[in-house]
């Protein structure tokens, strides 16, 4: 099925351009926001390839502007792009609006709405995010003061513009040394993934040297249009491994969490969102693995984020026993509430949806 952008009454001004974007037919016309909306179908490829979801968005600007409909590298509908500047976020809504078989009668049923001119709010829209030079960085100490450090840059990664993701790993393992020339650790693994809406994700895997070795490993910050009204989540996850045949333990750092997330300043700094893993966690076991992991607030739900939020980032720092192996994940979530308006029409949507499978 070709999948265009279009309402049925939509009046151009100027010439209407016809674009070819990953696997979808778009056309990218100006429009008169104060007066017409934007209705977008995208085919949703599920096993079956029968599942499509229907999107009416209201471009909010009172001037004319032109709309670019954006796709990611999974080829679906991911965005709407306002003269190259603001960029709503279409991903979040995509599980309200009607999806089956039936999706030619519901573009029937739905089309006339978009001739009355009701508009429905973008829900989880945002602008395209900044993302801080350093994207990645670790530092290794040993109790003698003796230190070493690594870091990667926004060039290391790949920003995908489109999708609205950036995404950094290490090629390979990195051997930390001392000025010295000694030995501290070894970075083993790294990544770091970044989202616009806004997400950042934080991965590791360390080797501890011949001593108990600090390490303090850091997110990028990224940066956002201001959001008010947003509800995070977090989830973190630690795995431990004895090489050496002592058992294997991580702690704390001065009774600091081992993981925390903040906003509103780059981490230990801002506010802390939450904090992950208090304490010594690890195994005995001559040769035993220890993993716990930490879900805040669980459930897959999400909690209230007070005030207004500008950036985020977040921050592992622990202590691992010598000769020792370790690893970190974590995800970091901060989304927008949806507009109550956009709510009602929404909901809205899903009874005349209803109403018509009946």
């Known amino acids: 099925m070709k999948i265009v952008s279009l309402v049925s009454n939509i009046s151009a001004e100027g010439c ?12 990218s016309k100006r429009i008169r926001a104060a007066e017409y909306g934007l209705f977008i179908e995208k085919q949703w490829h599920l096993v079956d390839n029968a599942s499509i979801f229907w999107h009416y968005v209201r471009v909010v600007s009172p001037q004319s502007v032109r709309c670019r409909l954006e796709t ?15 960029r709503f976020d279409l991903r979040q809504i995509y599980h309200v609006f009607a999806k089956g078989r039936d999706v030619m009668g519901f573009r029937k049923f739905v089309l ?16 395209s995010a900044d993302i801080s030079d350093i994207v990645f960085h670790i530092r290794a100490e040993t109790p003698d003061g003796s230190f070493a450090e690594y870091s990667a840059r926004l060039g290391d990664g790949y920003r995908d513009e489109v999708a609205g993701t950036y995404d950094w790993g290490l090629t390979q393992p990195v051997n930390m040394m001392s000025s010295s020339g ?22 590791f895997s360390v080797f501890a040297g011949s001593v108990n070795t600090v390490f303090t490993i850091t997110s990028p910050l990224l940066g956002f249009a201001n959001l008010t009204g ?17 058992g294997v333990t991580m702690t704390d750092w001065n009774g600091n969490s081992i993981f925390t997330s903040r906003y509103n300043g ?18 005995p076991v001559s ?40 690893s970190g994940t974590s995800v970091y979530e901060i989304i927008p509430i949806p507009a109550p308006s956009a709510m009602t029409l929404l909901g809205l949507s899903g009874i005349l949806v209803a109403r018509r499978r009946r």
């Open 287 to 326: 040769g035993g693995t220890f993993s716990t992991d930490d879900n805040f607030p669980g459930g897959g739900n999400y909690v209230p984020v007070p005030g207004t939020i500008s950036d985020m980032s977040s921050r592992f720092r622990f202590t691992l026993s010598p000769n020792d192996i370790a």
């Open 230 to 246: 947003a509800v995070g989540r977090t989830s973190a996850g630690l795995v431990m491994s004895d090489l050496d045949g002592d």
């Open 112 to 127: 006339p709405l978009g001739a009355a001119s009701i508009a429905v709010t973008v829900l989880g829209a945002s602008a």
């Open 182 to 203: 000694e030995l501290i650790a070894q970075l083993g693994s790294a990544r770091v993934f970044c989202r616009d809406d806004p997400q950042v994700d934080l991965n």
């Open 16 to 27: 209407g351009k016809l674009e070819r974007v990953g696997r979808f037919q778009t056309t």
């Open 72 to 86: 990611g590298q999974d080829h679906c509908l991911h965005a709407v792009r306002i003269d190259g500047g603001t």
């Open 266 to 283: 780059a981490a230990p700094g801002g506010t802390t969102f939450h904090n992950s893993f208090l304490g010594t966690y690890g195994t």
